[in-house]
């Protein structure tokens, strides 16, 4: 046999003949490097998959934790959104209470009376594209935003009080004007042809009315906008059963087609007192209330003159 060779005899059981064959040494030394090799690299690859397998289920805990963070971001950012928009809507209902005044009262071309721009809020959504350095330009990004937004509003809001301030004078020295102003609505009910031109029910041609047309139950209640003095309590052409209120300072007040006019002329009428019922008398096509403001004769739109909701 020779030296660098191995005889490897194989004993299969009692009865059988044993089995020899011969290995040689540089076989053998080959075979187990190779299986060393082969066992320290399994070692190595399973030490490293295990290691990002850990990592990666960390991971996945910090993208659920940072998910859970973009949401209530999001949902913090959204109400405060809200409370903006809120907070605009009652600035801008202020500002068309604040014109109305000033119509009524002939402050709209006054130095104060500022143009306001309210196109402000809305809510901005969270990106969940990323979750470190995107998300946080974005929140940076909208916290700026909005803090430009409230900025703006409180300007917007100093400038208001000011205007409010201007009129609160106003109505200190000019009491009588403002309870000589029609302000309110004179029935309940609905609008169902407004100021303007329109299409005559009667004649389909186009025709201007001076007015609203107040939808309104046969008898309700017909109410003074303004205190004054009743100048006309009977039938008219055209408007049926008309009274004319006169308030002073050039404005004048007509209610139309009323059923009974419970007031005469020569009364002194305050706002908010009944004067009549409404009716469909005159050329009318159904029950309503012919509502019209003229300013020194002129027929003015009686929307800028109603402060109620």
């Known amino acids: 046999m020779r030296e660098d060779q191995y005889t490897i005899v194989i004993f299969p059981g009692v009865a ?27 070692s190595g690859l399973s030490y490293f998959f ?15 934790e940072l998910r859970r963070d973009a949401k209530v971001r999001k949902i913090k950012v959204e109400e405060l959104s809200q ?17 109305k005044l000033r119509v009524i009262t002939a402050l709209e071309d006054s130095p104060k009376s500022i143009e306001k721009n309210w196109g402000l809020g809305g809510p901005y959504g969270l990106t969940t594209s990323s979750y470190t350095t995107v998300l946080e330009k974005e929140a940076i990004s909208m916290v700026e935003r909005m803090n430009n937004e409230l900025d703006q509003l409180d300007r917007q809001a100093k400038i208001e009080t000011i205007s409010f301030q201007e009129l609160d004078e106003f109505f200190k020295n000019q009491k009588s004007l403002l309870s000589s102003t029609p302000s309110v609505w004179p029935t309940r009910g609905w609008v169902t042809s407004s100021f303007g031109y329109r299409k005559s029910p009667f004649t389909g041609l186009r025709e201007k009315h001076e007015g609203w047309d107040i939808g309104a139950r ?29 308030h002073g300072y050039g404005i004048v007040t007509r209610y139309g087609h009323n059923s009974k006019n419970i007031v005469k002329v020569g009364d002194r009428v305050q706002r908010g007192q009944t004067i009549g019922l ?24 009686p929307k800028n003159y109603i402060l109620e909701d």
């Open 50 to 64: 295990g290691k990002r397998y850990f990592q990666f289920l960390g991971n996945q805990g910090e993208v659920s």
């Open 218 to 246: 046969l008898g309700s209640n017909i109410r003074a906008t303004a205190d004054g003095i009743v100048v006309v309590a009977g039938r008219e052409h055209g408007y049926g059963k008309l009274i004319e209120i006169d």
């Open 83 to 99: 409370r903006i928009k809120n907070f605009e809507s009652k600035m801008a209902r202020l500002e068309r209470f604040e014109n």
């Open 16 to 42: 059988d003949a044993p089995k020899s064959f011969t290995v040689g040494k540089r076989f053998i030394y080959i075979s187990l490097i190779s299986a060393l090799i082969f066992t320290v690299s399994l």
């Open 278 to 301: 409404v009716g469909n008398t005159g050329r009318s096509t159904g029950p309503h209330l012919h509502y019209e403001v003229r300013l020194k004769g002129v027929p003015v739109n």
